[in-house]
């Protein structure tokens, strides 16, 4: 039940782009995106919920297609702080979310 | 309002030991969600309680055990620990209807 994110790591320059994929093999209630800095507790960054979206930062956004069961978060215009790891977590129902392994971020000058 | 608290915030035990860690979740949250982080694994779903009662349960052996108290307070049992276990043990509460979870700053459990 454990989501596939991809891709497993990223390195990006200060004002560039990037785009993480959380892909299901059940039907989602919710996709829950995480952002876990090395020696933090993960720190909610937003939640989609089947038929709708939500986002919760400024430059950073995300899709949800209820269909083929993917997520997919945008950073745009990445900031040195955008570092650490993402991680998607799925609801497929039953308040069971499970996440993904993650997706490692890193944002140099 | 408060965080959610995590006790201890580091732990030593050694093969064939019991642990028990304690969880703490943000005032008026119902729901307390537990995760095993080890790396290359990402967070592992153990369980999740509400109003004391088990509501998922994820795929780890009955070694690991919960409950949840009045309080909404939140403990966590490994029975005969192994070395596998050593992990960063995390914990989330949540309340209301957005679903959001608020990670506790995680107990980090190191078996010798």
């Known amino acids: 039940q454990q989501p596939v994110q991809s891709p497993q790591a990223v390195i990006l320059r200060e004002g560039e782009d990037a785009v993480i994929n959380c892909s299901s093999s059940?039907?989602?209630?919710?996709v829950h995106w995480y952002r876990q800095k090395h020696g933090e507790a993960p720190v909610f960054l937003m939640i989609?919920?089947?038929?709708?979206e939500q986002k919760g930062h400024e430059k950073i956004s995300a899709s949800f297609n209820e269909k083929k069961q993917q997520s997919s978060l945008y950073l745009t215009a990445s900031q040195l702080s955008y570092s650490g790891t993402y991680f998607c977590?799925?609801?497929?129902?039953?308040?069971?979310?499970?996440f993904g392994t993650g997706t490692r971020l890193t944002v140099i000058p | 309002k408060a965080g959610v608290t995590q006790t201890p915030r580091y732990l030593i035990k050694t093969r064939g030991q019991q642990v028990t860690l304690s969880c703490s979740p943000i005032?008026?949250?119902?729901?307390v969600s537990w995760y095993q982080q080890t790396p290359g694994q990402g967070l592992q779903f153990l369980f999740e309680?509400?109003?004391?009662?088990?509501?998922n349960k994820g795929n780890f052996p009955g070694r690991f055990s919960g409950r949840q108290f009045s309080n909404s307070r939140s403990e966590m049992n490994v029975s005969t620990l192994e070395l596998g276990d050593s992990a960063l043990y995390l914990c989330?509460?949540?309340?209301?209807?957005?679903?959001?979870?608020?990670f506790g700053p995680g107990t980090r459990l190191t078996v010798t």
């Open positions: 989330a509460s949540s309340g209301g209807t957005s679903g959001l979870r608020y």
């Open positions: 059940k039907a989602l209630y919710s």
């Open positions: 309680y509400f109003s004391e009662t088990q509501r």
């Open positions: 005032s008026g949250h119902r729901s």
């Open positions: 977590g799925t609801e497929s129902g039953a308040n069971n979310l499970f």
């Open positions: 989609l919920l089947k038929g709708g």
